[in-house]
T-cell receptor
Framework: GAVVSQHPSWVICKSGTSVKIECRSL??????MFWYRQFPKQSLMLMATSNEGSKATYEQGVEKDKFLINHASLTLSTLTVTSAHPEDSSFYIC??????????FGSGTRLTVV | AQKVTQAQTEISVVEKEDVTLDCVYETRDTTYYLFWYKQPPSGELVFLIRRNSFDEQNEISGRYSWNFQKSTSSFNFTITASQVVDSAVYFC??????????????FGTGTQLKVEL
């Protein structure tokens, strides 16, 4: 079956620093990867869509300079939260899309900015 | 534009009761896919089912069953004889045809299910 590895599972960082989250499809090549953000007791909100080798498409209201997405290969996408602040504390989940398997989700990253 | 509505924010039942989680969707596409996911407290999303718009057959998997009705744009999920381990947030989601790549998944707001002893 399709497996997506996301790490770290949780991270605590100081305000003003940057944090990188990795999303890797282990046994398939993903045509597209997605990044979601989820606040407590809320639904998953799509942040951006990325395709290998091209710039990510950000949803309205998401700061592209703050949330840097790199999709360097068909199996790896990274999300970097730059100059993190406490309001960026959230649960971030990636998803990889493949034509047969559909959407496969990573296990999520819980980010706490102190 | 796509939209998924889960009107039930929270449901509490006693173990062994049956419970139905409602999902109503909106889309202009003729080809689309519907999904249900379970999110336990650990946070990871557990895939439960995927259904395409051309397959209206109801599905049963153990204690889980799904009722897809295009006439009412609904894709409801029933848990029979609920158990404490079923306690989680359940999300219904919708996508356009993804087989050509790129189409995003739109989530409903989720239903928190609490199963008590």
């Amino acid at each position: 079956g399709a497996v997506v590895s996301q790490h770290p599972s949780w991270v605590i960082c100081k305000s003003g620093t940057s944090v990188k989250i990795e999303c890797r499809s282990l046994d398939f090549q993903a045509t597209t990867m997605f990044w979601y953000r989820q606040f407590p007791k809320q639904s998953l909100m799509l942040m951006a869509t990325s395709n290998e080798g091209s710039k990510a498409t950000y949803e309205q209201g998401v700061e592209k300079d703050k949330f840097l997405i790199n999709h360097a290969s068909l199996t790896l996408s990274t999300l970097t939260v730059t100059s993190a602040h406490p309001e960026d504390s959230s649960f971030y989940i990636c998803s990889a899309l493949e034509a047969v398997y559909g959407y496969t989700f990573g296990s999520g990253t819980r980010l706490t900015v102190v | 534009a796509q939209k998924v509505t889960q009107a039930q924010t929270e449901i509490s039942v006693v173990e062994k009761e049956d419970v139905t989680l409602d999902c109503v969707y909106e889309t202009r596409d003729t080809t689309y896919y519907l999904f249900w996911y379970k999110q336990p407290p650990s946070g990871e999303l557990v895939f439960l089912i995927r259904r395409n718009s051309f397959d209206e057959q109801n599905e049963i998997s153990g204690r889980y069953s799904w009722n897809f009705q295009k006439s009412t744009s609904s894709f409801n999920f029933t848990i029979t004889a609920s158990q404490v381990v079923d306690s989680a947030v359940y999300f219904c989601a919708l996508s356009e045809d993804f087989t050509g790549g790129g189409n995003k998944l739109t989530f409903g707001t989720g239903t928190q299910l609490k199963v008590e002893l």
